[in-house]
């Protein structure tokens, strides 16, 4: 009999044990998240990037080793709660990354030149945005561009239209920015025309 219940009872420690050790896990991996870390780190694989030589494909192997890093790190958040932290947390003139957000807080790009030109990506656009309770990653149609603003045109009728403005080469001619239009259709980020409106509503 004794020995039965020091059986149940090395038991039960093992559960409370283990439900104890997964609780903590969980909460660990729920407070790990840090947005301003997570410029800390872009910002440092950026310089470090930014400091190697490209000309001719050099250093090419570990320029694409850098930008891997990169996209892993932006597209490991997933949360609407990591999305807003990254929002309050960015400072356009502290970081070198690009980072856009739109008026309503749904949508954003990050923007970079990647020093890959030799292997046709000079640009990489990662963009973030928010459906059913989570943040979706998506690539951009067409050429990569670095982009400087986003307009929101609110519709009276159905889904935002946010529209990028941007530049396609290295260059920062300002005088010269394309407009992209991009909309949100049943969890998709799609492109869209661009509406003719009479005012659009700029987040800066």
Known sequence: ?????????????GFLTYF??????????????DAKDIFVQLDSLLTQLNSLEAWDCKNLNEIVTLNEKM??????????????????AFDAD????????????QFGVFSWQTKMDCLGHGIKNIALYKS???VMVSSL?????????????????????????GISSTENDLNN????????????????????TKKAFANN
Do not use: A
């Open 132 to 134: 059913n309770d989570k």
């Open 20 to 33: 104890t050790s997964c609780n903590i896990s969980n909460n660990r991996e729920r407070n790990q998240f």
């Open 141 to 165: 149609y067409g050429d990569p561009m670095v982009y400087h603003n986003i307009e929101t045109n609110k519709q009276e009728k159905g889904k935002p239209v946010y529209i990028l403005l």
């Open 94 to 105: 502290k970081h070198k990354i690009g980072f856009l957000v739109s008026e309503d807080d």
């Open 1 to 13: 009999m004794r020995l039965k219940t020091i059986i149940f009872l090395l038991m039960g420690f």
């Open 177 to 196: 920015l394309t407009k992209k239009g991009y909309k949100i259709t049943n969890g998709y980020l799609v492109e869209s025309k661009i509406p003719q």
């Open 71 to 88: 996209r892993r790190i932006i597209e490991g958040i997933r949360s609407p709660k990591e999305f807003d932290e990254l929002v309050i």
